[in-house]
């Protein structure tokens, strides 16, 4: 084999490699990176509260919770909370309201991606009802608001007296 066979040969089997990474990266990582965070709680990934899962309230104690929103560049949207911090008790239900405008002239989706510090907090953070479940869809210069329903599992390691809920809202293939 000539020292040129032998150079296209290895060029075929590292652009294979390379095009194999990629493909490995674009459609099997993220399915695979999203249910590790649902099950794990890591990377600010809340899980869903069970049908049926009950807790109990700790009147003893109260939990600041904070909220951050943020909207991508790439995205005509204004999006705040209702209020920016609340504080409640471990096991007690709450709901907030989340406000977002469509700024353009056009119809926009968009998807909220969460993140919750400390990360120790994400495992005990449960929500029952979230915008940010789906992708969300606004008419030109329409108006929405969207719930966010939640308990803090009273499971949450004691040092912990704050937790931080961030919202991004990201631009997703437009529907049409």
């Excluded at 809340?46 to 049908?51: E, F, L, N, Y």
């Excluded at 007690?92 to 909220?112: L, P, R, W, Y």
């Excluded at 108006?143 to 991004?168: C, H, K, N």
């Amino acid at each position: 084999m000539t020292q040129t066979t032998a150079a296209r040969k290895q060029l075929i089997w590292m652009t294979g490699g390379v095009l194999l990474m990629f493909v490995f990266a674009v459609f099997a990582m993220p399915p695979i990176y999203r249910v590790f965070c649902e099950i794990t709680g890591l990377n600010g990934k809340p899980s869903a509260m069970a049908a049926g899962e009950s807790t109990s309230v700790d009147l003893d104690r109260e939990i600041t919770v904070e909220f951050i929103t943020m909207v991508d560049s790439a995205l005509p949207w204004q999006f705040t909370s209702e209020r920016r911090v609340i504080k409640v008790h471990p096991g007690e239900i709450h709901q907030m309201s989340f406000s977002v405008v469509n700024q353009s002239d056009v119809a926009v989706t968009g998807k909220a991606i969460p993140s919750v510090a400390p990360s120790a907090g994400a495992a005990h953070l449960k929500k029952t009802e979230c915008f940010c479940f789906i992708e969300q869809t606004l008419a030109a210069g329409e108006s929405m608001e969207m719930p966010l329903v939640f308990y803090i599992d009273p499971d949450l390691p004691r040092q912990i007296g704050t937790v931080t809920l961030a919202y991004r809202f990201y631009r997703q293939a437009d529907a049409g």
